[in-house]
């Protein structure tokens, strides 16, 4: 496992905090000494060089992440919707940076630079200024925050009291974000009261709960005719061709953008779709 991800990251597939992340969760010891040898074999612009640093900057808190990820980061049992509110209520607690985004490995900054980044994408693909959005699955309110800026307002939902908890403290003095608990399957808002539907991982807990279509459902009833859905991974399956096929089904949208590869920090998927007159 270590090896082939050093080896995606020396190839530029996968950036160095997704392969500091990738090698926290495989469960094995990560040693920053070793991956500094063998970043000291490799050419002086070789990726690995940022991997090793990353790791050795981080050595106190990959252990704390790694303690997490063995305690299980997939929602198990027979309500996994429930399940799913349980765990994110554990991580806001423990790790809520990790929690909505593990390979910013827990440090404030490099959420920070990560969720730049995909506000910026965001912004490329449709238009935010002046619109309303609904963060769906806002888990700790950093996109919300990130876009309230430029956005006529913005709502948060989450499945887990905790990280909407975290995300209302973060917003503290921002009169155009709200933040709401829903596990989206009967929205709280009127019909057409969005523009812009947002959902950044929140999708896999979807499909592996089996609700997806209710739920895309859900999404269309609150977007405007002609409003986008934004989603950054479909699903964790490993199947890009499967999240296509559901997502060119989803009823009452039309593809835009299917499994796009738009940052330089995640290795997300990303898909737009457009809620039809």
Not at 16 to 39: F, H, K, T, W
Not at 80 to 98: I, K, Q, V
Not at 119 to 137: I, N, Q
Request: charged share 20%; hydrophobic share 55%.
């Amino acid at each position: 496992m270590t090896e082939a991800v050093l080896r995606a990251c020396a190839a530029g597939e996968i950036s160095p905090q997704i392969a500091v992340a990738r090698l926290v969760l495989s469960g094995e010891p990560v040693d920053p000494e070793a991956l500094a040898v063998r970043a000291a074999s490799e050419p002086a612009a070789s990726p690995l060089h940022a991997l090793a640093a990353l790791a050795a900057a981080h050595a106190p808190r990959l252990a704390t992440l790694g303690r997490i990820a063995r305690q299980g980061l997939d929602p198990e049992g027979p309500d996994l919707l429930a399940a799913t509110a349980a765990l994110f209520d554990r991580l806001a607690g423990e790790e809520p940076e990790a929690a909505v985004a593990f390979y910013s490995l827990g440090d404030p900054a490099l959420l920070a630079a990560a969720t730049a980044e995909l506000v910026a994408v965001v912004r490329a693909w449709v238009p935010v200024a002046h619109r309303a959005v609904l963060d769906f699955g806002c888990g700790i309110g950093r996109a919300a925050i990130a876009l309230a800026p430029h956005a006529s307002g913005v709502v948060g939902v989450d499945i887990s009291g905790g990280m909407v908890g975290q995300a209302r403290a973060r917003a503290a003095g921002l009169a155009n974000v709200t933040f709401e608990v829903s596990d989206g399957g009967a929205l709280p808002f009127v019909d057409a009261a969005f523009d812009l539907v947002l959902a950044v991982d929140s999708f896999p807990y979807l499909v592996r709960a089996g609700v997806i279509e209710a739920r895309l459902a859900e999404m269309a009833r609150v977007l405007k005719p002609g409003g986008d859905l934004l989603v950054f991974n479909w699903s964790y399956r490993g199947d890009d061709a499967a999240d296509a096929r559901e997502a060119a089904g989803a009823a009452g949208f039309a593809v835009v953008r299917s499994g796009e590869r738009p940052f330089a920090i995640w290795d997300a998927t990303g898909y737009h779709l457009r809620r039809r007159p």
